[in-house]
């Protein structure tokens, strides 16, 4: 049975192909998502790729739930009582630090006992708006979704992560199943203001994509609340080092090939960035109970915007 539930509306734009290429991905390599049924929906998210001269926007989910955190709490405890005693929190941009990098390979060992999902979306930046008609025209039909004076560049990204986030809540999630949604500290929600009228444009989506009566809550936080649970920064870590890791790889990794999957190998040797080359290594050769795809949308030779799902390395071979 399939873990993925597919967007039924073609009318709803680029999240509509996000979610058809996710399914076909699914449908040819069933053991590709792990169904994060059991309890509590926890998802984490981090962005990379918003700074001038990126050639691809990265949006990273990792999506687990309650039961299967506290599974992992003991491997995470040992990583940090082993590599970051201190309490620094790992981070792609800051992977320069030595003590960092040395961490870095036992903590995604760590991270692949988590059961979950990593969904990370790429967004070429050839792409001119995620949004029908631009953000301008969003913000003069719905300025109830964004607070006063809100700048276009934040409406966009505000819009962006909402539909992603609406695409894997309606994709991953049962009507009645609560969530909790634990994102990075960044421009997009830094102020109660742009929380509330977030979750607000959220709701909407999510009705958009699932049509659901009665859902269960989704209950959000950011890393940098005092109330945020001991595990939060690690586990919003992992979205951070895929989101850098494939803005670095954007380039590198395949777009479409004329048909509607496949999967392939990457070299990762071909990467010059060495965070993202350990990164991919580990990606090609990983072990464990954390599942990861990555959608992209790319425009071919005739501008024409397409979407397309890839996944690294062997598949596991259980559900």
Same mark, same amino acid.
């Given at each position: 049975?399939?873990?993925?539930?597919?967007?039924?509306?073609?009318?709803?734009?680029?999240?509509?192909?996000? %979610?058809?290429?996710?399914?076909?991905?699914?449908? &040819?390599?069933?053991? /590709?998502?792990?169904?994060?049924?059991?309890?509590?929906?926890?998802?984490?998210?981090?962005?990379?790729?918003?700074?001038?001269?990126?050639?691809?926007?990265?949006?990273?989910?990792?999506?687990?739930?309650?039961?299967?955190?506290?599974?992992?709490?003991?491997? +995470?405890?040992?990583?940090?009582?082993?590599?970051?005693?201190?309490?620094?929190?790992?981070?792609?941009?800051? *992977?320069?630090?030595?003590? +960092?990098?040395?961490?870095?390979?036992?903590? *995604?060992?760590?991270?692949?006992?988590? +059961?979950?999902?990593?969904?990370?979306?790429?967004?070429?930046?050839?792409?001119?708006?995620?949004?029908?008609?631009?953000?301008?025209?969003?913000?003069?039909?719905? #300025?109830?979704?964004?607070?006063?004076?809100? @700048? &276009?560049?934040? &409406?966009?990204?505000?819009?962006?992560?909402?539909?992603? *986030?609406?695409?894997?809540?309606?994709?991953?999630?049962?009507?009645?199943?609560?969530?909790?949604?634990? %994102?990075?500290?960044?421009?997009?929600?830094? $102020?109660?203001?742009?929380?509330? /009228?977030?979750?607000?444009?959220?709701?909407?989506?999510?009705?958009?994509?699932?049509?659901?009566?009665?859902?269960?809550?989704?209950?959000?936080?950011? $890393?940098?609340?005092?109330?945020?649970?001991?595990?939060?920064?690690?586990?919003?870590?992992?979205?951070? *080092?895929?989101?850098?890791?494939?803005?670095?790889?954007?380039?590198?990794?395949?777009?479409?090939?004329? !048909?509607?999957?496949?999967?392939? $190998?990457? @070299?990762?040797?071909?990467?010059?960035?060495?965070?993202?080359?350990?990164?991919?290594?580990?990606?090609?050769?990983?072990?464990?109970?954390?599942?990861?795809?990555?959608?992209?949308?790319? #425009?071919?030779? !005739?501008? !024409? &915007?397409?979407?397309?799902?890839?996944?690294?390395?062997?598949?596991? /071979?259980?559900?």
């Amino acid at each position: 049975m399939a873990v993925w539930k597919r967007m039924t509306d073609p009318d709803a734009g680029f999240t509509y192909g996000l %979610s058809d290429s996710l399914s076909i991905l699914e449908n &040819v390599h069933p053991c /590709s998502l792990f169904p994060p049924t059991d309890g509590v929906m926890v998802i984490g998210s981090d962005y990379s790729g918003q700074h001038k001269g990126a050639a691809h926007e990265a949006y990273s989910f990792v999506i687990s739930t309650m039961s299967a955190i506290a599974d992992w709490e003991p491997s +995470r405890l040992a990583f940090r009582q082993q590599w970051l005693t201190d309490g620094r929190r790992m981070s792609f941009k800051q *992977l320069r630090d030595a003590v +960092r990098w040395q961490a870095l390979v036992p903590f *995604l060992e760590s991270a692949c006992t988590l +059961r979950g999902n990593l969904v990370t979306v790429l967004l070429s930046r050839r792409i001119p708006t995620f949004i029908e008609g631009g953000a301008d025209l969003l913000l003069k039909a719905l #300025p109830v979704w964004f607070p006063p004076n809100t @700048p &276009v560049n934040t &409406v966009e990204k505000m819009y962006v992560l909402a539909s992603l *986030l609406a695409m894997i809540v309606g994709g991953l999630r049962c009507e009645q199943q609560s969530s909790l949604w634990i %994102s990075d500290h960044d421009e997009a929600l830094d $102020t109660n203001d742009k929380r509330e /009228s977030f979750a607000v444009m959220l709701s909407h989506l999510i009705y958009g994509v699932t049509k659901w009566k009665d859902p269960a809550t989704i209950l959000f936080g950011t $890393t940098g609340l005092p109330s945020a649970p001991p595990w939060a920064e690690d586990f919003a870590a992992i979205p951070d *080092l895929m989101a850098g890791t494939f803005c670095k790889l954007g380039g590198l990794l395949p777009t479409f090939e004329g !048909n509607k999957h496949w999967i392939r $190998t990457i @070299p990762s040797h071909l990467a010059e960035d060495k965070r993202a080359k350990a990164v991919a290594e580990w990606l090609q050769t990983r072990r464990g109970d954390m599942r990861h795809v990555l959608l992209r949308l790319e #425009p071919d030779h !005739n501008a !024409n &915007v397409r979407a397309s799902a890839q996944c690294f390395g062997e598949l596991p /071979s259980h559900t």
